[in-house]
Protein backbone atom coordinates (compact mmCIF):
# COMPACT_ATOMS: atom_id res chain seq x y z
CA UNK A 1 0.00 0.00 0.00
CA UNK A 2 0.84 3.34 -0.41
CA UNK A 3 2.48 5.38 2.13
CA UNK A 4 0.06 7.21 4.57
CA UNK A 5 2.18 10.15 6.26
CA UNK A 6 -0.61 10.25 8.85
CA UNK A 7 -0.94 6.11 9.44
CA UNK A 8 -0.63 5.22 13.74
CA UNK A 9 2.06 3.02 13.92
CA UNK A 10 0.89 -0.32 15.40
CA UNK A 11 2.07 -3.53 16.53
CA UNK A 12 0.37 -7.25 16.17
CA UNK A 13 0.79 -9.98 18.83
CA UNK A 14 0.23 -13.45 17.12
CA UNK A 15 -0.98 -16.33 19.57
CA UNK A 16 -1.27 -19.72 18.38
CA UNK A 17 -3.92 -22.52 19.46
CA UNK A 18 -2.98 -25.57 18.91
CA UNK A 19 -6.31 -27.63 19.70
CA UNK A 20 -8.09 -26.04 17.11
CA UNK A 21 -5.47 -24.29 14.57
CA UNK A 22 -6.83 -20.94 15.22
CA UNK A 23 -4.59 -17.37 16.27
CA UNK A 24 -5.92 -14.62 18.10
CA UNK A 25 -4.27 -11.49 17.69
CA UNK A 26 -3.74 -8.25 19.97
CA UNK A 27 -3.51 -4.99 17.55
CA UNK A 28 -2.04 -2.12 20.04
CA UNK A 29 -2.07 1.28 19.15
CA UNK A 30 2.22 2.24 20.00
CA UNK A 31 1.68 5.25 21.40
CA UNK A 32 -1.67 5.39 23.60
CA UNK A 33 -1.34 1.43 24.74
CA UNK A 34 -5.70 1.05 23.00
CA UNK A 35 -6.05 -2.25 22.06
CA UNK A 36 -8.18 -4.43 20.40
CA UNK A 37 -8.14 -8.68 20.88
CA UNK A 38 -9.50 -10.36 17.24
CA UNK A 39 -10.93 -14.13 17.50
CA UNK A 40 -10.27 -15.24 21.02
CA UNK A 41 -10.31 -19.05 21.99
CA UNK A 42 -11.92 -20.34 25.14
CA UNK A 43 -10.80 -23.89 25.31
CA UNK A 44 -12.97 -26.85 25.99
CA UNK A 45 -12.47 -30.90 25.91
CA UNK A 46 -15.43 -32.53 24.22
CA UNK A 47 -14.50 -35.73 25.94
CA UNK A 48 -15.19 -34.21 29.26
CA UNK A 49 -17.42 -31.44 28.27
CA UNK A 50 -14.63 -29.45 30.41
CA UNK A 51 -14.62 -25.79 29.52
CA UNK A 52 -10.94 -23.83 30.00
CA UNK A 53 -8.88 -20.37 30.07
CA UNK A 54 -5.61 -21.68 29.37
CA UNK A 55 -5.56 -19.91 26.25
CA UNK A 56 -7.11 -16.78 26.73
CA UNK A 57 -5.60 -16.74 29.98
CA UNK A 58 -2.46 -16.13 27.60
CA UNK A 59 -3.86 -13.28 26.11
CA UNK A 60 -5.14 -11.54 29.40
CA UNK A 61 -1.36 -11.97 30.65
CA UNK A 62 0.19 -10.52 27.77
CA UNK A 63 -2.35 -7.49 27.89
CA UNK A 64 -1.48 -6.77 31.72
CA UNK A 65 2.14 -7.43 31.85
CA UNK A 66 2.31 -4.96 28.62
CA UNK A 67 -0.36 -2.16 30.15
CA UNK A 68 -2.55 -2.77 27.22
CA UNK A 69 -5.96 -0.86 27.27
CA UNK A 70 -8.06 -3.08 25.52
CA UNK A 71 -11.19 -1.50 23.89
CA UNK A 72 -12.70 -3.84 21.74
CA UNK A 73 -13.24 -7.80 21.39
CA UNK A 74 -13.70 -8.65 17.46
CA UNK A 75 -15.25 -11.33 15.99
CA UNK A 76 -14.88 -12.41 11.98
CA UNK A 77 -17.83 -14.29 12.39
CA UNK A 78 -19.48 -17.20 14.74
CA UNK A 79 -16.89 -20.07 14.78
CA UNK A 80 -17.90 -22.90 14.41
CA UNK A 81 -14.60 -24.90 15.03
CA UNK A 82 -13.59 -23.27 18.31
CA UNK A 83 -15.63 -21.53 21.46
CA UNK A 84 -14.95 -17.73 21.74
CA UNK A 85 -13.50 -16.39 24.90
CA UNK A 86 -15.07 -13.07 24.03
CA UNK A 87 -17.43 -13.18 27.24
CA UNK A 88 -14.67 -14.33 29.25
CA UNK A 89 -12.50 -11.57 28.78
CA UNK A 90 -15.11 -8.64 28.66
CA UNK A 91 -15.67 -9.70 32.28
CA UNK A 92 -12.28 -9.30 32.63
CA UNK A 93 -11.19 -6.33 30.57
CA UNK A 94 -14.38 -4.46 30.24
CA UNK A 95 -13.74 -4.30 26.55
CA UNK A 96 -16.58 -4.10 24.53
CA UNK A 97 -17.54 -6.98 21.95
CA UNK A 98 -18.79 -6.52 18.15
CA UNK A 99 -19.38 -8.94 14.85
CA UNK A 100 -20.60 -8.49 11.59
CA UNK A 101 -24.51 -7.75 11.60
CA UNK A 102 -25.12 -10.98 9.55
CA UNK A 103 -24.87 -12.86 12.96
CA UNK A 104 -28.72 -11.90 13.32
CA UNK A 105 -28.97 -14.68 10.57
CA UNK A 106 -27.00 -17.02 11.93
CA UNK A 107 -28.79 -17.07 15.47
CA UNK A 108 -32.37 -17.11 13.91
CA UNK A 109 -31.14 -20.34 11.74
CA UNK A 110 -28.97 -22.03 15.01
CA UNK A 111 -31.77 -20.77 17.53
CA UNK A 112 -34.60 -22.94 15.06
CA UNK A 113 -32.05 -25.88 14.50
CA UNK A 114 -31.29 -26.66 18.22
CA UNK A 115 -34.71 -25.52 19.51
CA UNK A 116 -33.83 -22.94 21.72
CA UNK A 117 -35.81 -21.21 24.26
CA UNK A 118 -37.83 -18.65 24.64
CA UNK A 119 -34.47 -17.34 26.24
CA UNK A 120 -32.56 -16.71 23.57
CA UNK A 121 -33.32 -13.61 21.85
CA UNK A 122 -31.79 -13.56 18.12
CA UNK A 123 -31.36 -9.78 17.62
CA UNK A 124 -27.81 -9.86 18.22
CA UNK A 125 -28.55 -8.05 21.72
CA UNK A 126 -25.42 -10.18 23.06
CA UNK A 127 -22.96 -8.12 21.77
CA UNK A 128 -22.37 -4.42 22.05
CA UNK A 129 -22.28 -2.79 17.90
CA UNK A 130 -22.99 -5.29 15.53
CA UNK A 131 -20.96 -3.69 12.36
CA UNK A 132 -21.86 -3.26 8.51
CA UNK A 133 -19.93 -2.93 5.52
CA UNK A 134 -17.16 0.68 5.37
CA UNK A 135 -17.82 0.84 8.74
CA UNK A 136 -15.41 2.61 11.19
CA UNK A 137 -14.94 1.90 14.86
CA UNK A 138 -11.74 3.71 16.93
CA UNK A 139 -9.42 1.87 18.92
CA UNK A 140 -7.03 4.72 20.70
CA UNK A 141 -5.75 6.33 17.25
CA UNK A 142 -6.53 3.54 15.12
CA UNK A 143 -9.14 3.42 12.93
CA UNK A 144 -10.91 0.03 12.17
CA UNK A 145 -12.55 -0.17 8.96
CA UNK A 146 -14.87 -3.58 8.39
CA UNK A 147 -14.96 -5.39 5.00
CA UNK A 148 -17.82 -7.76 4.52
CA UNK A 149 -16.55 -11.00 3.30
CA UNK A 150 -19.45 -13.30 3.42
CA UNK A 151 -19.52 -16.97 1.85
CA UNK A 152 -18.43 -18.77 4.79
CA UNK A 153 -20.89 -17.21 7.02
CA UNK A 154 -23.46 -14.76 6.67
CA UNK A 155 -22.11 -12.64 9.15
CA UNK A 156 -18.19 -12.84 8.48
CA UNK A 157 -16.54 -9.81 8.43
CA UNK A 158 -12.37 -8.86 7.62
CA UNK A 159 -10.79 -5.75 9.74
CA UNK A 160 -8.75 -3.14 7.87
CA UNK A 161 -5.90 -1.49 9.91
CA UNK A 162 -4.22 0.02 7.43
CA UNK A 163 -2.20 -2.02 5.58
CA UNK A 164 -2.83 -5.04 7.93
CA UNK A 165 -6.11 -6.88 7.17
CA UNK A 166 -7.23 -9.93 9.33
CA UNK A 167 -9.56 -11.81 7.05
CA UNK A 168 -11.19 -14.43 9.22
CA UNK A 169 -11.86 -17.61 7.71
CA UNK A 170 -12.13 -16.62 4.05
CA UNK A 171 -8.99 -17.53 2.69
CA UNK A 172 -5.91 -19.80 4.48
CA UNK A 173 -2.32 -20.11 3.03
CA UNK A 174 -1.73 -20.57 -0.78
CA UNK A 175 -1.48 -24.81 -0.17
CA UNK A 176 -4.40 -24.82 2.13
CA UNK A 177 -6.92 -22.69 -0.07
CA UNK A 178 -10.39 -21.71 1.20
CA UNK A 179 -13.04 -21.92 3.86
CA UNK A 180 -15.65 -24.43 3.49
CA UNK A 181 -19.12 -23.01 2.29
CA UNK A 182 -21.67 -25.82 3.42
CA UNK A 183 -22.79 -24.46 6.71
CA UNK A 184 -26.13 -22.62 6.84
CA UNK A 185 -26.08 -19.33 4.86
CA UNK A 186 -22.97 -20.42 3.15
CA UNK A 187 -22.29 -19.51 -0.58
CA UNK A 188 -19.90 -20.52 -2.55
CA UNK A 189 -20.37 -17.91 -5.31
CA UNK A 190 -20.50 -15.25 -3.00
CA UNK A 191 -16.40 -16.39 -1.06
CA UNK A 192 -15.13 -16.16 -4.16
CA UNK A 193 -16.21 -12.56 -4.69
CA UNK A 194 -15.33 -11.72 -0.99
CA UNK A 195 -11.74 -13.57 -2.21
CA UNK A 196 -11.43 -11.45 -5.20
CA UNK A 197 -11.33 -8.29 -3.01
CA UNK A 198 -8.81 -9.55 -0.66
CA UNK A 199 -6.68 -10.71 -3.64
CA UNK A 200 -7.17 -7.17 -5.15
CA UNK A 201 -5.72 -5.36 -2.51
CA UNK A 202 -1.96 -3.94 -2.96
CA UNK A 203 0.49 -6.88 -3.53
CA UNK A 204 1.77 -6.27 -0.24
CA UNK A 205 -0.74 -5.95 2.15
CA UNK A 206 -0.63 -8.36 5.27
CA UNK A 207 -3.41 -10.85 5.54
CA UNK A 208 -3.52 -12.17 8.76
CA UNK A 209 -5.28 -15.58 8.73
CA UNK A 210 -7.63 -17.13 11.40
CA UNK A 211 -6.57 -20.38 10.75
CA UNK A 212 -3.93 -22.40 9.36
CA UNK A 213 -3.87 -26.26 8.10
CA UNK A 214 -0.25 -26.83 7.29
CA UNK A 215 0.61 -29.91 5.15
CA UNK A 216 3.49 -32.46 7.12
CA UNK A 217 6.49 -30.23 6.69
CA UNK A 218 5.35 -26.77 7.18
CA UNK A 219 5.01 -24.98 10.66
CA UNK A 220 1.47 -22.81 11.20
CA UNK A 221 1.72 -19.55 9.47
CA UNK A 222 -0.66 -16.71 10.26
CA UNK A 223 0.50 -13.95 7.33
CA UNK A 224 0.76 -14.34 4.14
CA UNK A 225 -0.44 -11.37 1.07
CA UNK A 226 -2.32 -10.88 -2.37
CA UNK A 227 0.59 -11.66 -4.32
CA UNK A 228 1.30 -14.87 -2.60
CA UNK A 229 -2.37 -15.71 -2.92
CA UNK A 230 -3.05 -14.58 -6.46
CA UNK A 231 -0.01 -16.94 -7.28
CA UNK A 232 -0.29 -20.07 -5.73
CA UNK A 233 -3.41 -20.40 -4.11
CA UNK A 234 -4.99 -23.97 -4.54
CA UNK A 235 -8.79 -22.70 -4.83
CA UNK A 236 -8.29 -19.25 -6.07
CA UNK A 237 -5.19 -18.26 -8.08
CA UNK A 238 -5.17 -16.44 -11.32
CA UNK A 239 -7.14 -17.94 -13.44
CA UNK A 240 -9.53 -20.07 -11.51
CA UNK A 241 -12.50 -18.68 -12.33
CA UNK A 242 -15.54 -18.59 -10.09
CA UNK A 243 -17.58 -21.38 -11.71
CA UNK A 244 -14.30 -23.61 -11.86
CA UNK A 245 -13.88 -22.50 -7.86
CA UNK A 246 -17.93 -23.31 -6.93
CA UNK A 247 -17.09 -26.82 -8.38
CA UNK A 248 -14.09 -27.13 -6.45
CA UNK A 249 -15.70 -26.05 -3.59
CA UNK A 250 -19.14 -27.82 -3.78
CA UNK A 251 -17.51 -30.93 -4.67
CA UNK A 252 -14.62 -30.36 -1.52
CA UNK A 253 -17.41 -29.51 1.08
CA UNK A 254 -19.66 -32.76 0.23
CA UNK A 255 -16.76 -35.22 1.41
CA UNK A 256 -15.58 -32.90 4.46
CA UNK A 257 -16.50 -33.85 8.13
CA UNK A 258 -18.22 -31.60 10.45
CA UNK A 259 -15.91 -29.68 12.54
CA UNK A 260 -15.66 -31.68 16.38
CA UNK A 261 -16.68 -28.81 18.32
CA UNK A 262 -19.68 -27.86 16.01
CA UNK A 263 -22.35 -27.61 18.26
CA UNK A 264 -21.09 -26.53 21.57
CA UNK A 265 -19.19 -23.41 19.87
CA UNK A 266 -22.37 -22.25 17.45
CA UNK A 267 -24.35 -22.44 20.89
CA UNK A 268 -21.22 -20.43 22.94
CA UNK A 269 -20.79 -18.03 19.83
CA UNK A 270 -24.19 -16.54 18.91
CA UNK A 271 -24.11 -15.73 22.71
CA UNK A 272 -21.06 -13.71 22.39
CA UNK A 273 -18.90 -16.36 24.47
CA UNK A 274 -21.23 -16.85 26.58
CA UNK A 275 -22.27 -20.69 27.92
CA UNK A 276 -25.93 -21.51 27.44
CA UNK A 277 -27.82 -20.42 30.31
CA UNK A 278 -27.91 -22.98 34.12
CA UNK A 279 -30.92 -24.84 34.41
CA UNK A 280 -32.36 -24.67 38.22
CA UNK A 281 -29.83 -26.77 39.66
CA UNK A 282 -27.02 -24.85 38.04
CA UNK A 283 -25.60 -27.28 35.70
CA UNK A 284 -25.14 -26.02 31.92
CA UNK A 285 -25.68 -28.53 28.87
CA UNK A 286 -24.63 -28.42 25.16
CA UNK A 287 -27.20 -29.69 22.66
CA UNK A 288 -26.50 -31.83 19.83
CA UNK A 289 -28.82 -32.80 17.17
CA UNK A 290 -29.41 -36.68 16.24
CA UNK A 291 -29.60 -37.45 12.87
CA UNK A 292 -29.59 -40.67 10.70
CA UNK A 293 -31.72 -43.95 10.07
CA UNK A 294 -32.92 -44.43 14.06
CA UNK A 295 -33.31 -40.57 14.77
Known amino acids: MVADKNAVAFAVRTFFDNATST ?50 ILETHAHADHLSAAEYL ?8 AIGAGIVDVQRTFKQLLVLGEEFVADGRQFDRLLVEGEEISCGDLSV ?29 PDVGTARCDFPGGDAHALYASVQRLLKMPDLTRLYLCHDYPPAGRDPSSLTTPAAQRKANV ?21 LP ?35 ALS
Request: proline share 7%; aromatic share 8%; glycine share 8%.
Open 23 to 72: FTYVVRDSVSAAALIIDPVLDYDPRSGCVSTGSADAVLSYCRAEGIDVQW
Open 90 to 97: KSLLGARV
Open 145 to 173: RVLAVPGHTPDSVAFVIQDAVFVGDSIFM
Open 235 to 255: HVRDGIDVESFVALRTTRDAN
Open 258 to 292: KPVLLWPSIQTNIRGGALPPPDSGGRRFMRIPISG
